[in-house]
């Protein structure tokens, strides 16, 4: 099917179940699949203002395992028997709402399963695909993957020519865009990542300088050598030893960014900080966090730069594709056992 395209077909509800998958447990330490519940009903009718959405597609990010714990952040967490929150896109079967027609292609927060409805506001609230992108793209380069890392990156990182930039994690979703930014701006920049795979990727692909493999390289030996004057920007998606040993090599000014901890996310007990955070005071240093929905107002902006970059060839993504909604939870987990490459997806059907 063309991307974009309409669909006036409406399909037979009686003829589906609504597959699901519902938060059972809050995890204790590494999220498991016992974690959560299969559950088959039936396909509700949407109800004025409303309507119906097929999932296609479901984004998997490392903020899942925190909407799992019993308390409040940026987001409500995922109450026990609700249906595990998650990014998607979904096309519209059927609709009581002007601004949703039969066949559009939407992106919105419908959760692991396969049918969800919605008004077009509040978690649930839903957006149009533009009909030009790949229909993925919504939830990767050109969601909140890609939107994070140009805010985090640019306000809070503020790169100058010539700074060296440190990525962690940089081989996946965020880390690889928020370096690919860097490079935009004149910077050196130095990823880590687990395994040769990934570390090639980022220098034959990503234009990354420097790729190291935290899996058999010493981090501490390493920076020395390759970056004996110091770094100047951090941008930290995993937290635990790999801050603790880089915020040792960074220079006068700098900043370091923390986007994520994805090391600590499973811990039963959190690990300790870093007890290199001395470095700050001596280099009058700034380390600070962010959500990017602080930028909504900002997205429109963001986003023209990041099409333009795209479309130019100047930024490359992946996207790790995995398929079936009854795999779900086995594809949260290799965010965690760091199995995938780029953009996390799972694919639950197609579009009619």
Not at 78 to 93: K, L, N, P, T, Y
Not at 111 to 125: L, P, T
Not at 341 to 346: N, R
Request: net charge negative; proline share 5%; charged share 25%.
């Amino acid at each position: 099917m063309e991307i974009g395209a309409k669909v006036t077909k409406k399909m037979t509800l009686k003829n589906y179940k609504n597959r699901q998958w519902l938060l059972a447990n809050r995890p204790q330490g590494m999220v498991t699949k016992d974690d959560f519940q299969w559950l088959e009903t039936e396909v509700e009718n949407p109800k004025e203002n409303e309507f119906l959405v097929k999932n296609l597609y479901l984004s998997f990010d490392p903020a899942q395992r925190g909407w799992m714990e019993d308390r409040e952040s940026y987001v409500p967490p995922v109450r026990i028997g609700e249906v595990m929150r998650a990014g998607s896109i979904a096309q519209v079967v059927e609709s009581n709402n002007p601004d949703f027609k039969t066949g559009d292609i939407v992106q919105g927060t419908f959760g692991w399963q396969d049918f969800a409805i919605s008004n077009g506001k509040g978690i649930m609230n839903a957006t149009h695909v533009p009909a030009d992108i790949p229909i993925t793209a919504p939830l990767s380069v050109f969601g909140i993957t890609g939107l994070t890392a140009y805010f985090g990156l640019l306000d809070i990182g503020k790169p100058i020519e010539g700074n060296t930039v440190l990525i962690s994690g940089a081989a996946g979703a965020t880390g690889s865009i928020a370096g690919q930014i860097a490079k935009l701006k004149g910077c050196r920049v130095i990823g880590t990542a687990g395994g040769a795979k990934k570390c090639r990727w980022l220098t034959e692909k990503a234009n990354f300088d420097v790729a190291i493999d935290y899996k058999t390289a010493d981090l501490d030996s390493t920076l020395q050598e390759i970056c004996p004057e110091g770094i100047d920007v951090i941008f930290d998606n995993v937290g635990g030893e790999f801050l603790n040993t880089a915020l040792s090599r960074i220079n006068q000014n700098a900043r370091i960014v923390i986007c994520g901890a994805i090391s600590g996310y499973n811990e039963k007990v959190p690990p300790p900080g870093p007890s290199n955070y001395t470095s700050l005071i001596i280099q009058r240093a700034k380390m600070e966090g962010f959500i990017v929905l602080d930028y909504v107002d900002q997205f429109n902006d963001a986003m023209k730069d990041l099409t333009s970059w795209v479309k130019e060839g100047k930024i490359v993504y992946q996207e790790d594709i995995a398929e079936g909604l009854e795999n779900a939870p086995e594809t949260l987990l290799r965010l965690y056992s760091g199995e995938n490459t780029g953009k996390q997806l799972l694919k639950v059907a197609d579009p009619d």
